[in-house]
């Protein structure tokens, strides 16, 4: 029997938005169906496979029947590896009972908002800021707070912006640095400024390790409660194993784990197994996958501005340049699917990541340099018959 009832949502999901990212590489996958080859730039997806020994590591666990259940927490031998990881890089404390391994980041962005946010509550985020951000805060009924910042000064928080945007309803900052979608790093003065305000911290950490001039900071750093995410799928090229982290004060850890109990029970056994090794262990293919980054890194950024693309500030870190396009146009999503259709390049359009990312467009650079340079000229072919004159 089908029910004669209208559908409806509830009214905060109606306010999520679309992953215009997903939609543009949808669109490029049927192209591929149809025979055409497709450029991707616009996916944050390492490309490289997953370091030999991690690999090793999970097949070894599968093997010895590591195919259960895990405390809810996760293993323990994984989180004293992270707090080690912490220890080493950052110099700072942090307890292995602080931390709670998620499926990726994604589930633990959910869990920590979910322990801050009533109906109504406040999170100050970036604009243009990673996509996805303003729908978790959205999901949990709250509000985000955009905070714009500009291209000159490489698209980061000025904490004067952010004090201007607080109220008694904010409940945290969140932080993502290196950044998608712009590859920046908050310089540490930022860093140590925005402490000062004495507002909950979220640093979303993911990108930590994939710098290539200067170095990043963890928030841990200048503040112990702030909450870090952090996980596998960006530098051990692990997306696919959906694993990650969130280290969390200390009073916040029962109430996220009994949300991890109720709607996830626990990460993966066999890819918890894999990250101990993936921390533990050297990976000589990590070194020569950063100078990879590094040396596409650097041609993207040289052919794009010889194109016409703005590049205020180069970006230092991730794997990610988010370029000025008012040149060629103020609709990026248009843009977007312009360039698809016609150069047969994917790029993720710069409205994707907020309003004020309106006229830009994020170019990846997680493929290999061959792609990036056929990717070059065929955009640079197809922008020139679009505009002959120059």
């Not at 700072?92 to 994604?106: F, K, L, N, R």
């Not at 243009?128 to 955009?146: D, Q, T, W």
């Not at 709607?263 to 293919?285: C, D, K, M, R, Y």
Request: glycine residues 6%.
């Amino acid at each position: 029997m089908i029910l004669d009832r209208p559908f409806h949502l509830p009214d905060h999901l109606k306010e999520v938005t679309s992953f215009l990212v997903m939609d543009v590489m949808e669109r490029a996958n049927e192209l591929e169906r149809e025979g055409h080859k497709i450029i991707h730039l616009e996916i944050g997806e390492p490309d490289f496979p997953t370091p030999r020994k991690i690999v090793e590591s999970g097949k070894k666990a599968l093997s010895e029947g590591k195919t259960h259940y895990t405390h809810s927490l996760g293993i323990y031998p994984l989180r004293e590896a992270i707090a080690d990881w912490y220890r080493k890089k950052y110099h700072v404390t942090v307890y292995p009972d602080q931390i709670i391994v998620t499926m990726g980041t994604s589930p633990g962005l959910l869990l920590i908002l979910s322990v801050l946010l009533n109906p109504g509550d406040e999170i100050i985020l970036t604009n243009p800021g990673y996509a996805c951000y303003a729908n978790f805060i959205r999901y949990l009924k709250g509000i985000p707070v955009f905070v714009d910042v500009a291209e000159e000064n490489g698209f980061q928080y000025r904490t004067a912006d952010i004090q201007q945007k607080l109220s008694e309803r904010t409940r945290a900052i969140l932080i993502n640095s290196p950044s998608n979608p712009t590859g920046h790093v908050l310089p540490s003065e930022e860093m140590v400024e925005i402490s000062r305000l004495y507002v909950p911290i979220i640093s979303d950490e993911i990108y930590h390790g994939l710098v290539y001039e200067g170095q990043e900071h963890s928030f841990l750093e200048l503040s112990p409660d702030a909450f870090v995410l952090n996980g596998f799928s960006k530098l051990f090229a692990m997306t696919g194993w959906r694993l990650g982290y969130v280290i969390a004060p200390e009073e916040y850890v029962r109430p996220i784990q009994k949300l991890q109990q109720n709607f996830f029970i626990s990460a993966n056994a066999a890819a918890q197994a894999a990250g101990v090794t993936a921390l533990t262990e050297p990976h000589a293919e990590l070194e020569e996958m950063k100078q990879k980054y590094n040396e596409r890194r650097k041609y993207l950024i040289k052919r794009l501005r010889a194109m016409g693309f703005g590049i205020a500030v180069e970006p230092t870190g991730a794997f990610y340049v988010f370029a000025n396009a008012k040149t060629f146009t103020n609709e990026s999503l248009k843009f977007s699917y312009e360039l698809l259709e016609n150069a047969h390049v994917a790029v993720a359009p710069g409205i994707d990541f907020g309003s004020n990312g309106e006229g830009y467009m994020r170019f990846s650079y997680a493929n290999s340099l061959e792609a990036i340079e056929e990717g070059m000229d065929r955009l640079e072919n197809y922008l020139q018959q679009r505009n002959p004159n120059g």
